[in-house]
């Protein structure tokens, strides 16, 4: 089984890429986002919490999001792999993966970071909440969202560089550009 964590700032394209990952290698896509929007739609406890949180750019405490992904990666037992898109956001969390895929005897197979520049990341995410609705792309919120991303989540790029598992993907160019830095990351770790 094979294990990838897909990160980047809101709007580097991580869900775009993982759309093509899971075309060619099988995994199976958790993205907490997705998660998160089923859970709102859905009117639950944790759908009532996520809703109140992320319309302000904020994060889901991580006992909540942990529990989340917890459960959606027990509803996969037969996968070939997954892949963690928009967790972990922390390095708690981080923890708590490596925790949940240990109890397994699975682990994180690579980190792939898509770095993209802020202002490229404000662009994509405008155009973005024009085309899909989505009320947390817009200008306050966008601005609130990489600036917690940046506070928070990068810490967990050391926390992966310590395992010798973080792979820096230049996030800019064609879709087709930025896939072939990941399929060289994937293809160079599979065993």
Same mark, same amino acid.
Not at 125 to 154: A, H
């Given at each position: ?12 394209g991580?869900?775009? =890429?993982?759309?093509?990952? %899971? ?13 998160l929007?089923?859970? @709102?739609?859905?009117?639950?406890? %944790? ?8 319309s302000?750019?904020? $994060?889901? /405490? #991580? ?10 990666i ?7 792999? $997954?892949?963690? #898109? ?6 708690? =969390?981080?923890?708590?993966? #490596?925790?949940?895929?240990k109890?397994k005897? @699975? ?18 995410l405008?155009n ?5 609705g989505?009320?947390d792309?817009?200008?306050?919120? @966008? =601005? ?10 990068? /810490?967990?790029?050391?926390?992966? #560089?310590? =395992?010798?598992?973080? %792979? ?17 990351a ?6």
């Amino acid at each position: 089984m094979f294990n990838v964590v897909i990160f980047g700032a809101p709007g580097s394209g991580k869900g775009t =890429q993982s759309d093509k990952i %899971v075309e060619k290698y099988g995994l199976v896509h958790l993205s907490t986002g997705d998660i998160l929007r089923a859970e @709102i739609a859905k009117g639950s406890e %944790v759908g009532k919490i996520a809703d109140g949180l992320i319309s302000k750019g904020q $994060f889901v /405490p #991580d006992d909540v999001i942990i529990a989340v992904l917890e459960n959606a990666i027990n509803e996969h037992p037969q996968a070939k792999g $997954f892949i963690f #898109d928009g967790f972990p956001r922390t390095v708690t =969390q981080a923890e708590a993966l #490596d925790s949940i895929l240990k109890k397994k005897n @699975i682990r994180v197979g690579v980190m792939l970071n898509i770095d993209v520049d802020q202002n490229e990341l404000v662009k994509r995410l405008l155009n973005r909440g024009k085309t899909s609705g989505r009320s947390d792309d817009n200008l306050i919120t @966008i =601005q609130e969202r990489i600036n917690v991303y940046e506070q928070k989540t990068m /810490p967990v790029i050391q926390f992966y #560089d310590k =395992q010798g598992k973080h %792979v820096r993907i230049k996030g800019t160019g064609t879709l087709d550009e930025v896939f072939a830095q990941i399929e060289a990351a994937i293809d160079s770790r599979i065993s």
